[in-house]
């Protein structure tokens, strides 16, 4: 399986694809807890330009030093495997069009869904998950787990992983059995 993540990150393709696109999910995991301060600032007249531009570095990039090393890190490593396992995701649509397995599908949905969950404080609403989880009490729970609820970034990272390893795994098997 490693030679063939290696033959697949030997394409320029795919190592843009993987560059752009994760640093592309990294900022817009920065801006989602912070999207309604920075929409409301774009929509004030009397900003210039420059500083709508200067609001939007600062909650995307400047504040890049204010997340303890867990989360700066587990930010990072989740744009890289969520892009990473969507590259072979399409890889391996490509290859078996009309035998796909939906249980890699569903792997890999629940393994970002997870892990883009986790990122950032929870209880900010960073999702459109948080408020609901937040009506249902569920949030008040996540205090009583020992990394408060960091360790939903922990599982949906091995998610993504696991469904990146499991789609590896099915384009090293033949097409025709």
Same mark, same amino acid.
């Given at each position: 399986m490693v030679? /063939? *993540?290696?033959s697949i990150l030997g394409k320029s393709k795919n190592i843009f694809a993987l560059a752009f696109g994760s640093m592309? *999910?990294?900022?817009? +995991?920065?801006? $989602? &807890? @912070?999207?309604?301060?920075?929409y409301n600032v774009w929509l004030l007249k009397e900003v210039s330009w420059v500083r709508k531009v200067e609001v939007l =570095? @600062? =909650?995307?990039?400047?504040?890049?030093?204010l997340w303890?090393?867990?989360?700066?890190?587990?930010?990072? $490593?989740? %744009? +890289?495997?969520?892009?990473?396992?969507?590259i072979v995701l399409s890889i391996y649509f490509k290859r078996q069009r009309n035998n796909l397995n939906k249980k890699s599908l569903a792997a890999t949905s629940l393994g970002m869904l997870l892990g883009m969950f986790g990122v950032g404080c929870v209880? !900010?609403?960073?999702? $459109? /998950?948080? &408020? /609901?989880?937040? %009506? /249902?009490?569920?949030?008040?729970?996540?205090? *009583?787990?020992p990394f408060?609820?960091?360790?939903l970034v922990v599982?949906?990272? !091995?998610?993504v992983i696991g469904s990146t390893m499991y789609l590896l795994y099915q384009l090293k098997?033949?097409?025709i059995c």
């Open positions: 030679n /063939l *993540l290696l592309g *999910l990294f900022i817009f +995991l920065r801006i $989602i &807890p @912070q999207f309604h301060i920075i =570095y @600062q =909650y995307s990039f400047g504040s890049f030093s303890d090393w867990f989360d700066t890190s587990a930010t990072i $490593i989740l %744009t +890289l495997v969520t892009i990473m396992n969507i209880s !900010c609403g960073a999702l $459109i /998950l948080a &408020p /609901l989880l937040s %009506t /249902l009490g569920i949030l008040g729970a996540l205090e *009583l787990l408060f609820g960091k360790e599982i949906g990272v !091995c998610f098997k033949p097409l």
